[in-house]
């Protein structure tokens, strides 16, 4: 809301036939009576609208890591000041990012603005009128989610319900919270009557806005206002009522296998029922056309030198050690049941590569090396599972999700405890998550391994231990180990992933060379069956009890998808749960770049954190703004 005008035709045209990013401002203005007159027109300007999801300010990059980041999920470990501020809680006023995140936000507002004028005017009478209620429908609801991403960050925010078109109409007062919010249910609510259900709109349908997304939406907006700042507890029935309406229809559920959910997203595949609403990337550096992200690049594993194989990794974001210790553990063998723990944080690093020959390898972690936990990297999304090739250093097709019935399951459980206690709804939805992350059929829970038998001969470099995957499609949820050698012989072989999904014979094993020199290593898995009762919640638990496993699960199975700063601050806990960090981890987890995640953190932060400042440009040409406290 800088003094700009906009002009929606070189916006969305741009957008539409070349997906460049929207990094510059224009200085005139179109209307839509010159413009929007056909029901083509319409759409190419809703896609304008859903684009900005997409901008490097919001889902393709910021809001990947330094915006969202560091919490007790995941620490933010670059450390080139102009991204480490917004994540150790250093950022003055004049922060870049959150600049650009206002202007941005601002500027979906105000094109959503000017499509849906078009579609009140003459200039559109011709466009039938079904689907023009369908394209209102969605600008609606798209300018309410960008309200909604306002509000909860800036709180009392400018609200304008019309389109930018002179100079004095950007002078506008801040509009109190509960007015921004009360119109974010108004749109919401008209979009959700409109729009038709996902399985109306066909399997590859995610990043449209479906009536199943708008409820479950509407959930998580009427979340908000239970907590910080409203603490408007009467809403924790409209939590219950929208999800019941997304639960009830029976056509969202959960995939059977989690990580399934984010290979398909890395392969530009869908999964509707669950993965409900997704910002869509796509493409590569060889392509025409592309709308590239950095889902998995900029949050995923280093591979500085992994272009080609596994794709180059700017292992910007840390797991922070809180979040792996969440997951269940076996005291024994220091392995997790739960399949969430190592696809989230991944039990292997890609070392290697020159700068002229781009092999890497896995480097394995010891899972009992407490030091070692401290240096873990986010891999909910892995480069190497990308199929459109060749792979990009800055940018992939990988979609990021902003709605998973998963996270509808868990809003209904909290809503359900709070009003209701530990009631058996709010356990059986919290169980069906955790069921499904515990896997089902046999894991491996052994590999049986004689070295003084079983070591084979001439190998130079220790060899990947590779288990059968023909059970598991996509082989993400397959057992991993690595070995150790002496001699020329493997010496031992280290379960670090237990996998699932397998049948009552084990998985064979086969050892494969990484420079082709050693043969004769053998070894066998040992299957045990997976029983969900394990997966589930002890019973009995008090309503605090219960609301604290709530709290943990939703960390477990949301991880890296940016919910999670948003869920302390509305419970009212992000500047106790960053200082709390900082003291229980800041004499132990290794220097610098770690120690200083957790420490600098908890240094900075205070109070005035739990909304960012309104930028200073805004500012100097909105004459009825005022700042946020403490800026």
Request: hydrophobic content about 35%; overall charge neutral; charged content about 20%.
């Amino acid at each position: 809301m800088k003094k700009f005008k906009y002009i929606p035709f070189l916006i969305l045209i741009s957008c539409y036939f070349s997906c460049t990013k929207l990094d510059t401002l224009p200085t005139d203005f179109v209307t839509e009576a010159n413009y929007f007159k056909t029901e083509e027109q319409l759409n190419i300007g809703l896609t304008g609208i859903y684009s900005i999801l997409g901008h490097s300010a919001l889902y393709q990059d910021a809001l990947l890591h330094n915006m969202s980041y560091s919490n007790d999920e995941g620490i933010f470990v670059y450390t080139q000041a102009a991204l480490v501020a917004p994540a150790n809680f250093s950022y003055s006023v004049n922060e870049a990012t959150i600049g650009n995140m206002w202007v941005v936000l601002y500027r979906g507002v105000n094109q959503a603005n000017i499509l849906l004028q078009a579609i009140e005017s003459d200039g559109t009478r011709s466009v039938n009128a079904a689907a023009k209620e369908q394209i209102k429908a969605q600008a609606l609801f798209l300018r309410a989610y960008y309200y909604f991403m306002l509000v909860t960050r800036w709180g009392a925010v400018p609200m304008p319900l019309e389109p930018i078109k002179t100079p004095t109409s950007i002078n506008k007062e801040r509009t109190p919270i509960t007015e921004v919010y009360a119109r974010i249910i108004e749109d919401m609510k008209y979009a959700e009557n409109v729009l038709p259900a996902a399985s109306a709109l066909g399997p590859s349908s995610a990043g449209r806005i479906s009536k199943n997304t708008a409820q479950g939406i509407l959930a998580r907006v009427y979340l908000s206002m239970t907590g910080f700042p409203l603490n408007d507890q009467s809403k924790y029935n409209d939590v219950i009522t929208w999800c019941q309406k997304v639960i009830t229809t029976g056509e969202n559920y959960l995939n059977p296998n989690y990580a399934d959910l984010f290979v398909k997203q890395a392969r530009d595949e869908y999964y509707i029922a669950e993965n409900m609403w997704e910002v869509e990337f796509y493409g590569n550096v060889t392509d025409t056309y592309r709308e590239q992200g950095y889902v998995g690049v900029r949050n995923g594993m280093s591979a500085l030198l992994g272009e080609e194989y596994p794709g180059f990794g700017y292992n910007f974001l840390g797991a922070n050690i809180e979040l792996y210790h969440r997951y269940q553990n076996d005291p024994v063998t220091a392995l997790s049941k739960d399949l969430r723990r190592e696809r989230n944080i991944p039990p292997y690093i890609w070392v290697g590569g020159t700068a002229t020959n781009q092999v890497m390898r896995k480097q394995y972690l010891p899972v009992k090396t407490t030091l070692n936990l401290y240096q873990r990297w986010a891999g909910k999304w892995r480069r190497e599972e990308e199929i459109k090739v060749p792979r990009f250093k800055n940018g992939n097709g990988t979609n990021f999700p902003l709605l998973r019935y998963a996270d509808v399951l868990l809003m209904y459980a909290e809503a359900e405890n709070h009003l209701n206690g530990p009631t058996q709804a709010a356990y059986d939805a919290v169980n069906k998550v955790r069921e499904r992350a515990f896997g089902s059929g046999y894991r491996v829970s052994a590999v049986n391994f004689n070295a003084a038998t079983d070591g084979g001969s001439g190998y130079t470099q220790a060899p990947y231990v590779i288990f059968d995957k023909s059970t598991d499609a996509n082989g993400a949820n397959t057992a991993d180990a690595y070995t150790t050698i002496a001699n020329g012989r493997v010496t031992g072989v280290v379960l670090v992933k237990m996998g699932g999904f397998y049948g009552s014979t084990p998985p064979s094993i086969s050892f494969e060379t990484v420079d082709g020199n050693g043969t004769g290593a053998k070894a066998t898995a040992i299957v045990t069956a997976i029983d969900p009762a394990e997966a589930r919640l002890p019973p009995g638990l008090s309503k605090d009890e219960l609301f604290d496993e709530i709290k943990n699960e939703r960390s477990r199975e949301l991880a890296f998808e940016s919910l999670r700063s948003h869920d302390l601050r509305r419970w009212g806990i992000l500047v106790e749960t960053i200082r709390e960090m900082g003291e229980k981890h800041g004499g132990t987890a290794p220097c610098c770049t770690v120690q200083n995640a957790y420490v600098t953190a908890a240094a900075n932060i205070s109070e005035k954190h739990l909304y960012y400042p309104i930028p200073p440009a805004e500012i100097a040409t909105n004459t009825s703004i005022t700042q946020n406290p403490g800026w």
